[in-house]
């Protein structure tokens, strides 16, 4: 962000020297440019200022290991319940949408391939402000995608289910925020042609899941 602003402050200074010694249309030309520059500037500055907590938070998993236990291949999953589902006071046209969203769900769905990934976060050592980190949060993308500058859902990859082991069984994830390594169980989705993924936490990227078969 810092270097922004220096190029800015540089842009018009050198801009106000060329206006002063110019002729007059060179200035006019160099005044419309200088007036978009600004705009564009403003939208980077913003942009670096939204995102900055979001990759302060997401170093937490900053060079993280992910150590993968096991890959299974699974069965398609139901979709999810939608929140009207058996209400009594939907009418009979309300229940007939709702359950046309929950074909084309379990439709798309079926276009995926499914597996059980048996995986083991690590977190290592880091000096950021944050020190916890909630497997919630965490997405598997594609293994060639830049995820220093993009902090989206995955298209490749759905995490469909999350548990977590503890004490020796496998449980729902309560929620829960840790602040060193924890062992997980995802059921994901994954797109027919996708072969290697990898984790993603905000802005950092982490680790390899290379599906079974290849």
């Not at 989206?152 to 999350?162: A, F, G, N, P, Y």
């Amino acid at each position: 962000m810092r270097s922004l602003l220096f190029v800015f402050v540089l842009f018009a200074i050198g801009a106000a020297l060329v206006v002063r010694l110019a002729p007059w249309y060179v200035s006019v030309g160099l005044a419309v440019l200088l007036v978009l520059s600004s705009r564009l500037l403003a939208r980077l500055l913003i942009y670096r200022l939204f995102t900055m907590p979001f990759k302060a938070k997401g170093r937490v998993l900053e060079n993280a290991v992910a150590e993968v236990h096991g890959i299974q291949p699974a069965a398609t999953p139901d979709a999810p319940k939608n929140e009207y589902d058996g209400g009594e006071d939907l009418d009979e046209e309300q229940k007939a949408e709702l359950e046309h969203e929950r074909r084309e769900a379990c439709e798309e769905l079926k276009k995926r391939n499914w597996f059980t990934v048996d995986v083991e976060i690590k977190p290592q050592p880091n000096d950021g402000a944050f020190t916890h980190w909630e497997p919630s949060e965490l997405s598997l993308v594609h293994f060639t995608e830049d995820t220093a500058e993009t902090d989206c859902e995955s298209v490749e990859c759905l995490i469909h289910d999350l548990k977590i082991h503890s004490d020796g069984k496998i449980v729902d994830y309560e929620g829960d925020k840790y602040t060193g390594p924890q062992r997980l169980q995802l059921l994901i989705g994954v797109k027919a042609d996708v072969e290697r993924l990898k984790f993603q936490y905000y802005y950092e990227g982490f680790g390899e899941v290379v599906l079974p078969g290849k």
